[in-house]
C-alpha cells in the first residue's frame, strides 16, 4: 500500500492494528473439538471414519435432507455434485459470471464447459429469466449459486430444471443457514453443495459436503469420493477423487456445528450495529438480510452508489489500508484469463452492478466496538472523500 | 502331520480379538495435539488467511529443510497434490507409470486425461524395471514418466533420470510411501521435476491427512502454490486452481509428527528386522529389505511367498492370517490394480512378467504405531503354523 494512502486519515498507523477479515472464524468450544478428537485419537481411522459419518448424520438433520456427503473441502464438494448430476452427454453447465472467483474452475475440472449467464439486479443472483438466454442443446447442468444475501428463487429455479430436464445443483456456500419458500436449504435441486472452510458459517478448519435427497446419486457421490471404490472408472468427466474429509475436521464441524444457534444472536448484534450506521452515510446501501429467509445475518454486503464519493476498488483501497479487509462482491469471472473454454456472451446487470457492492468486515475476529470504527472510517471516507482521491496524486 | 492346528481357519478362537490393520498409525501423545489445538484456538486463525497459516508456515520451512529441497508446498489433500503436479508438469497424453503407483497418483492422471502406459517392475526390487521403461520409451508417444518409489525403499533414480533426458520427457515421482527415504544420502523429494508426498494414516507421516509437493523448479512451485488456491486474485490471468489448502490443525500434527521421525522410523526398524529374524527359516518366505535406498523409512513389510515350498498360496496365507484378524494384503492384485474399471490402460501382458509374479506373491503385514513385537511374534507364529500344517489347511480349502 502506498504511504499518500496510508496517511490520510489516522496518521503513520493504521486504525486497526490486526487485520479485521469478512471471514466469521467460528470458534467452537474447545472442550467439545477435544471430546470428539479423543473418540478418534487412540483406536480409530484418521478419516472418513465414524466422525464423518456422525456429522454426516447430523448435517442431514440439521438441512432436513436424506443424504449428506463430507468431503475435504466445498470446492471439491461443488465439483463432484456437479460431475455426478450433469447430463454426461452434453458439454455446458449454465453459472451466473457474477459468483465466486472459482466457479469456472470447479466448472472445467467437472468436465464441462462454463456458460456464463446474468443475474437479476434486484436479487443479485441467477434467475429463470437470466437461465434462459444461456439454455441450449448443450446445457447439462445448471449451477445456481444463492447471493450472500437472501435466496435465489430455488423453487422456481428446480421447477425450470425438472421441466427442461436439466438438473440443478444449488452453490449454498453462504446459505447454510437459511429457509427457502419455508424449506431448509439443502433439499433443493439434484444437490446442494456447502463449504465448512473456517471463514464460513461453520467451521471445520476446512472441508465440505454435499447434501441431496436422490439416494441414487448419494451413493454415486460416495463412490467417487473413494479412489478404492471408484477404481477411476472414468475418464475426465466423473472422476473418482480421494476426497476424504479427515476425523480431525470432522470433530471440528461437529464441536461448531453443537455451537451454531449460539452464533445467530452474535451476528444479528453486529448486523443491527452496521444497519443504524449506514443509514446516515450517503450512498452506502445495506442490503438487508430479510427475516424470511432466516438469516444468520453473517454477511454485510453493501451497495456504493452516487452521491458516494468515491468509486468501491477505491474504497476498498482505503479501507485495507486501515486493516478494514473488506472484500468486493464480486470482480465478475468473466474479468479474468483463464487456460481452459468458456462461453461469455454480454451481460449488461452483471457489468452494471459488478463494481458496486462491498462486503464489509464481520465474524469472529470482528467486535461490536470494531463495527462502530469501521462506520466512523466509512464515514470519514464519505465525508473527506473526493479530497483524498486528489491526495492520492 | 500333526494333530489338526489351533488356527482359526481351522475352526480355533482368531489370535487377535480387535483387527490389526495395514498402516503406520502413528501419532502424537495426547497431551501434545491437545497443546497444539488450544493454541491454534487461541489464535483463531484456522487455515489460510488471505495467506497461508503461521503453522503452514512453519511446516513448509520445516520439510525443506528436512528434505534438502528448495520446495516443499503443503496441501490439504494428497489426491489433489497429484492432480496438481500432474496438470502442472503438462502432461496430457500417454503417461508411463507401474502397477505399484498409489490410488490417489492413478486418480490424477484421469483428471487430466493422461493415458497410463504400464511399464513392468522388477521382481526382485518391486521397483520399475528401466529395460521396460526403455522399451516404452523408445517405442515413442510417451508425454512423461510418474514413477512410484516401491515398499519404503526407491526408485533407481539415477537411470530414470537418464532416461528421461535421454527421451526429453519429464519425469515426477510418487513419493507417498517413501518421506524420509534417502538415495546415497539424498532425500526422495529432490529427484525429477517433483515428487508428492502423502501425509495420510498408512504412511510413517501420518494423521495430518495431506501431503507436500517437493520441488527444486522455482517456475513449478510458483505454479504449484497458484494452483493450491491459498491467494485472493482479482481481475487478470488466472490458472485453473484446484484448491488444497492445509488446515493449521493439520501442520501442526504433521510438525509434530516430523519431530518424531526419527523415533518411529527406529521403531519401525524393529518390527522389520523382528518379522525377518522370526521367519528367516520359514522355507518358501521372504522378508523383502526395502530396495534402492541407502536410508530407509521402513513403513512397510512386504513379504513374497512362493508357494512350492511354504506349502500354502500367497491368497491362501491372506486367508489364514485374516481368519486370525491380522490385515494382509498383496501389494498391487492384479497390474492394472491401480486404475480399477479404467478402460484406457495401455498395457502388454507378456511385456508384464515381474508385475505379474508380484500380484501372485506379495504380502504385505501389518508394522507401525498400532503393532508391537508381541504382536509380530504372534503373526510370525500363524505364519510358521501355516507352513507346518499346510497340507490340513489346503484340504480345508478344497485342494
Not at chain 1, 5 to 17: K, T
Not at chain 2, 166 to 186: I, L
Request: proline residues 6%; charged residues 20%.
Amino acid at each position: 500500500m502506498s504511504s499518500v494512502e496510508r496517511s490520510w486519515a489516522l496518521g503513520d498507523r493504521p486504525l486497526f492494528a490486526e487485520p479485521k477479515p469478512t471471514c466469521n472464524l467460528d470458534r467452537p468450544n474447545i472442550e467439545k473439538f477435544l471430546d470428539y478428537s479423543r473418540s478418534f485419537y487412540d483406536s480409530g481411522p484418521y478419516a472418513n471414519a465414524h466422525l464423518c459419518r456422525q456429522l454426516e448424520q447430523r448435517l442431514a438433520q440439521f438441512h432436513d435432507v436424506k443424504h449428506v456427503i463430507a468431503v475435504t473441502s466445498g470446492f471439491w464438494a461443488h465439483v463432484l455434485a456437479m460431475a455426478a448430476a450433469a447430463l454426461p452427454e452434453r458439454r455446458e453447465v449454465i453459472a451466473p459470471a457474477f459468483g465466486y472467483r472459482r466457479t469456472d474452475d470447479m466448472i472445467a475440472w467437472a468436465g464441462y464447459v462454463p456458460h456464463f449467464c446474468d443475474i437479476d439486479p434486484k436479487t443479485l443472483s441467477i434467475s429463470v429469466d437470466t437461465i434462459k438466454p444461456a439454455l441450449g442443446e448443450q446445457t447439462a447442468l445448471i449451477l445456481a449459486p444463492h447471493p450472500m444475501v437472501n435466496c435465489c428463487d430455488a423453487d422456481e429455479i428446480e421447477e425450470f430444471g425438472r421441466l427442461h430436464g436439466i438438473p440443478v445443483v444449488f452453490d449454498s456456500v453462504e446459505a447454510a443457514y437459511r429457509k427457502c419458500h419455508n424449506r431448509r436449504i439443502g433439499g433443493f435441486g439434484a444437490a446442494e453443495a456447502f463449504s465448512m472452510h473456517s471463514p464460513k458459517l461453520l467451521n471445520s478448519f476446512e472441508g465440505g459436503y454435499i447434501t441431496t435427497n436422490d439416494g441414487k446419486l448419494a451413493a454415486e457421490l460416495r463412490r467417487m469420493r473413494d479412489v478404492r471404490l471408484a477404481g477411476n472408472r472414468a475418464v475426465g468427466r466423473a472422476a473418482a477423487l480421494n476426497a476424504h474429509l479427515s476425523e480431525m475436521h470432522a470433530a471440528m464441524a461437529l464441536a461448531s456445528l453443537d455451537g451454531v444457534e449460539e452464533q445467530i444472536p452474535a451476528h444479528r448484534r453486529k448486523y443491527d450495529l452496521y444497519a443504524a450506521g449506514l443509514q446516515t452515510l450517503e450512498g452506502l446501501q445495506l442490503i438487508e438480510h430479510k427475516p424470511r429467509y432466516r438469516p444468520d445475518y453473517r454477511l454485510i454486503v453493501v451497495s456504493v452508489s452516487e452521491p458516494w464519493p468515491l468509486s468501491r476498488d477505491e474504497t476498498l483501497r482505503l479501507l485495507e489500508a486501515e486493516n478494514v479487509l473488506a472484500r468486493p462482491y464480486y470482480y465478475p469471472l468473466t474479468q479474468k484469463t483463464v487456460e481452459y473454454p468458456r462461453i461469455c456472451p454480454p451481460l449488461p446487470v452483471t457489468a452494471a452492478v459488478a463494481g458496486s457492492h462491498i462486503v464489509l468486515p464481520s465474524g469472529a475476529h470482528v467486535s461490536e466496538e470494531d463495527v462502530k470504527k469501521i462506520i466512523e472510517v466509512l464515514s470519514r471516507i464519505g465525508r473527506k472523500g473526493s479530497a483524498l482521491r486528489l491526495r492520492r496524486y | 502331520m500333526s494333530a489338526a492346528p489351533s488356527l482359526a481357519i481351522c475352526g480355533g478362537k482368531p489370535r487377535f480379538s480387535d483387527a490389526l490393520a495395514i498402516g503406520q498409525f502413528y501419532r502424537p501423545e495426547w497431551a501434545r495435539y491437545e497443546e497444539a489445538a488450544r493454541d491454534i484456538f487461541f489464535r483463531r486463525y484456522y487455515v489460510s488467511q488471505r495467506a497461508v497459516g503461521p503453522l503452514v508456515v512453519q511446516l513448509q520451512g520445516r520439510l525443506q529443510d528436512f528434505l534438502g529441497v528448495k520446495h516443499a508446498l503443503p496441501v490439504g489433500n494428497a489426491a489433489v497434490g497429484f492432480m496438481i503436479a500432474t496438470h502442472v508438469v503438462g502432461l496430457r497424453g500417454r503417461v508411463v507409470v507401474t502397477p505399484s503407483l498409489s490410488a490417489e497418483a492413478a486418480q490424477s492422471l484421469a483428471w487430466s486425461n493422461c493415458r497410463p502406459v504400464l511399464a513392468d517392475i522388477d521382481p526382485a526390487t518391486l521397483q520399475v524395471s528401466t529395460a521396460s521403461l526403455r522399451s516404452l520409451l523408445k517405442d515413442g508417444g510417451i508425454e512423461g514418466l510418474l514413477v512410484p518409489h516401491c515398499c519404503a525403499g526407491a526408485a533407481p533414480v539415477d537411470e530414470i533420470e537418464a532416461l528421461a533426458s535421454e527421451y526429453d520427457v519429464p519425469a515426477y515421482y510418487d513419493a507417498t510411501q517413501a518421506f524420509g527415504c534417502k538415495v546415497s544420502g539424498r532425500s526422495v523429494g529432490t529427484f525429477g521435476q517433483a515428487e508428492v508426498f502423502s501425509f495420510d494414516a498408512t504412511n510413517i507421516l501420518g494423521m495430518a491427512h495431506g501431503g507436500c509437493l517437493a520441488t527444486n523448479d522455482d517456475a513449478l512451485a510458483a505454479a504449484f502454490k497458484a494452483m493450491r488456491g491459498d491467494h485472493v486474485v482479482g481481475p487478470g490471468t488466472s490458472v485453473q486452481s484446484a484448491t488444497a489448502r492445509m488446515s493449521e490443525i493439520q501442520a501442526a500434527v504433521a510438525l509434530m509428527m516430523l519431530d518424531d521421525f526419527e523415533h518411529n522410523r527406529d521403531n519401525n526398524q524393529l518390527q522389520h528386522r523382528c518379522y525377518r529374524d522370526r521367519l528367516r527359516n520359514t522355507p518358501g518366505i521372504r522378508v523383502l529389505r526395502p530396495t534402492g535406498a541407502s536410508y530407509s523409512n521402513f513403513q512397510n513389510v512386504v513379504g513374497i511367498v512362493e508357494s512350492e515350498h511354504f506349502g500354502l498360496s500367497r491368497d491362501q496365507l491372506i486367508a489364514v492370517l485374516r481368519a486370525e484378524n491380522v490385515t494382509a494384503e498383496p501389494l498391487f492384485s492384479s497390474p492394472r490394480a491401480p486404475f480399477g474399471e479404467r478402460s484406457d490402460v495401455e498395457y502388454d501382458a507378456r511385456l508384464l512378467q515381474g508385475a505379474e509374479m508380484a500380484a501372485q506373491t506379495t504380502l504385505q503385514l501389518p508394522i507401525g504405531g498400532r503393532v508391537t513385537i508381541e504382536h509380530i511374534e504372534r503373526i510370525c507364529d500363524v505364519i510358521n503354523e501355516a507352513h507346518v500344517h499346510a497340507d490340513f489347511i489346503r484340504s480345508k480349502f478344497g485342494r
